[in-house]
């Protein structure tokens, strides 16, 4: 009788690859002490940017109610900006194929850049006084639309994730050619 084999399904093989890629980076201390630091310096950029960590003349963290989804999805995104620069820098140091700054922080950065709320800080300013009348457009888009495009952040991330997780399984795969069973 012959054994049936089974071929497990992609939802299956992609979950393993995924929680194996978090364990091989994050099994090294350095990688964890990278991914916190980032996500910290974050976490405060930030609260900084939402108006809600003060550091004149007192340090002062304040959430208001209305803020508080906004908050959930700064921290979702500062944790995970940490983990994926961290894995970034593993696959950059252990790579041995051919070096592409570009492709390093790229999916990381687009997510920094539509998270960060322009709208809420001294960047919406910015864009005021230096593109003038686009600048207000600007800032009315991001003030209008804060919520759905730090979602795209984070959907960006989740995505940046799947890519350098599949960067460093699929990397490792070894293919064994058994001749003798067939």
Do not use: E
């Not at 500062?78 to 700054?101: C, D, E, P, T, W």
């Not at 922080?105 to 593109?131: D, E, K, P, Q, R």
Request: hydrophobic share 50%; aromatic share 14%; charged share 10%.
């Amino acid at each position: 009788m012959r054994d049936k084999k089974v071929k497990p399904s992609s939802i299956t093989d992609r979950k393993n690859s995924l929680i194996l890629s978090f364990k091989m980076v994050f099994s090294k201390w350095l990688y964890v002490l990278i991914a916190g630091i980032v996500a910290s310096v974050f976490w405060i950029l930030f609260n900084i940017f939402d108006q809600l960590l003060f550091f004149s003349p007192i340090l002062i963290f304040y959430l208001p109610d209305d803020a508080i989804v906004s908050f959930v999805i700064s921290n979702v995104t500062a944790i995970l900006l940490g983990i994926i620069i961290s894995m970034n820098v593993y696959v950059f140091k252990y790579s041995k194929q051919r070096r592409n700054f570009t492709s390093l922080f790229s999916w990381s950065s687009i997510s920094v850049i539509s998270s960060a709320c322009a709208s809420c800080s001294s960047i919406g300013l910015l864009l005021v006084t230096t593109l003038g009348g686009i600048g207000v457009s600007a800032l009315t888009f991001l003030a209008n639309y804060q919520i759905p495009l730090r979602l795209v952040s984070i959907m960006l991330l989740i995505w940046a994730y799947y890519s350098i997780s599949n960067k460093l399984t699929k990397s490792c795969i070894i293919n064994y050619n058994n001749k003798g069973n067939k």
